[in-house]
């Protein structure tokens, strides 16, 4: 009973010495600082320390934050680097640790306690350097253009692919995404060790083929319909045509008409004529619709040059480019 009595006021004294290393100098680091916020700065720190010495590593360090938020410190970024060691979270104690080497602090408020802090955490960085594991990230197979590499769900450069990344001791989650297919591996790392891991991703899907452009195939389909007008067309008055022909052969001899058959031979001509365009409307129709659906021309793509926007065209019956500015 009495050495759990001495236990506990020695535990005092260290709390005591320790606060007051922490906070007795605080006012010294900002002097603009409100008394009212360091003295709230002075509160959570307590409790952080406290939540500490519990082992509740987490909830020590958002005291730590919000305190070092407040009125920042050294020995309050140290602090919460050390409860970030306790968490696993090792790189990120890593930068936290750099992070207090590098806090400038005027020589008039550079109190020991301060530079104690600073040397500290230069120490235990490199203490922990030494127990950081790194993986590295192979990829076997094509990851495509679009690919994208994931480690524990939040995206990361796909240029870290083949070298060493510093990860925290534990179970990680690494994925690449293409648009046809998501590989996931999963990998146990321990302290100390320099681990590969390797994705197998498998060749990529053959190429869409391109779409077709949808105004050449307008124009074939307008085209076919042409065609097919121009050939019915030929057909009505070419039958036409032939009749009435045959008629004017009856009236006039030697295709010498008399003037009471000049409407006649007027009305042949016409179908005559129009028997032609029919023809011709046929041939043209079809000669461009039909290849153009056939051939199924796809979209080209626009180049822009210095603001000027321009296509190539190339059809059954043009060709050039169009453009605009």
Request: glycine share 8%; aromatic share 6%.
């Amino acid at each position: 009973m009495i050495f759990a009595k001495r236990r506990t006021q020695t535990a005092r004294t260290t709390t005591a010495i320790v606060l007051g290393m922490l906070f007795a100098l605080l006012p010294r680091v900002v002097e603009a600082q409100d008394y009212a916020t360091r003295s709230a700065a002075r509160k959570l720190g307590e409790e952080g320390i406290a939540l500490f010495e519990k082992k509740q590593y987490a909830e020590a360090l958002k005291k730590f934050n919000l305190a070092e938020q407040l009125v920042p410190a050294p020995t309050l970024g140290l602090r919460a680097a050390r409860c970030l060691v306790q968490l696993g979270r090792f790189v990120e104690a890593s930068e936290r640790y750099l992070d207090v080497t590098r806090i400038e602090v005027a020589r008039a408020q550079m109190t020991p306690a301060f530079r104690k802090a600073q040397a500290d955490a230069l120490i235990e960085r490199e203490d922990l350097l030494r127990l950081l594991p790194t993986l590295t990230i192979a990829v076997k197979g094509p990851m495509g253009e679009a690919a994208v590499l994931l480690v524990d769900g939040t995206q990361v450069p796909v240029a870290v692919v083949g070298q060493k990344r510093p990860m925290d001791p534990g179970v990680h989650e690494v994925e690449v995404r293409r648009k046809d297919i998501q590989v996931k591996r999963k990998v146990d790392i321990v302290v100390k060790e320099n681990k590969t891991i390797t994705v197998e991703l498998p060749p990529l899907p053959a190429p869409k083929p391109p779409d077709p452009d949808p105004t050449l195939r307008m124009l074939g389909f307008i085209g076919i319909g042409i065609g097919a007008g121009g050939a019915i067309a030929f057909g009505v008055m070419g039958t036409l045509a032939v009749s009435k022909e045959r008629e004017l052969i009856d009236k006039c001899p030697d295709r010498r008409c008399l003037p009471a058959f000049h409407a006649d031979a007027d009305r042949f001509d016409v179908l005559r004529y129009a028997t032609t365009a029919g023809i011709v409307a046929s041939v043209v129709g079809f000669g461009v619709g039909i290849p153009l659906l056939v051939a199924r021309p796809t979209v080209k793509k626009k180049k822009e040059i210095g603001g000027f926007t321009w296509s190539p065209i190339l059809g059954p019956m043009e060709v050039g480019l169009r453009g605009s500015f």
